[in-house]
């Protein structure tokens, strides 16, 4: 069972910049698989980004890609995501999820945090 814990969420002007945590459980955090989603209201929880173990690859969806960064720290059990040039279509809640392997699917989800961007 791995557990995950979301921080960092909050409001921002658009143009600004946030920084979200995720805290996981487990010894083999560096084996995870860890992403990011996102869910805004009335919609469908949409991918944003992943960080994978093999050759530590990293995927962006396109709508954020060159504004947001994926990171992960293995010795603090922690995954970041550096969101800038922020814009109102950001606005949603933010999931963080892990699988065991790169191959695995998302079967540890944490509980979301906010992210507000103000026009």
């Known amino acids: 069972q791995v557990q995950l814990v979301e921080s960092g969420g909050g409001l921002v002007q658009a143009g600004g910049s946030l920084r979200l945590s995720c805290a996981a459980s487990?010894?083999?955090?560096?084996?995870?698989?860890m992403g990011w989603f996102r869910q805004a209201p009335g919609k469908e929880r949409e991918f944003v980004s992943a960080?994978?173990?093999?050759?530590?690859?990293?995927a962006y969806a396109d709508s954020v890609k060159g504004r947001f960064t994926i990171s992960r720290d293995n010795a603090k059990n922690t995954v970041y995501l550096q969101m800038n040039s922020l814009k109102p279509e950001d606005t949603a809640v933010y999931y963080c999820?892990?699988?065991?392997?790169?191959?695995?699917?998302?079967?540890?989800w944490g509980q979301g945090t906010q992210v507000t961007v103000s026009s």
């Open positions: 487990g010894r083999t955090f560096g084996s995870y698989k």
């Open positions: 960080s994978y173990v093999s050759g530590r690859n990293t």
């Open positions: 999820a892990a699988g065991l392997t790169d191959w695995d699917n998302y079967p540890y």
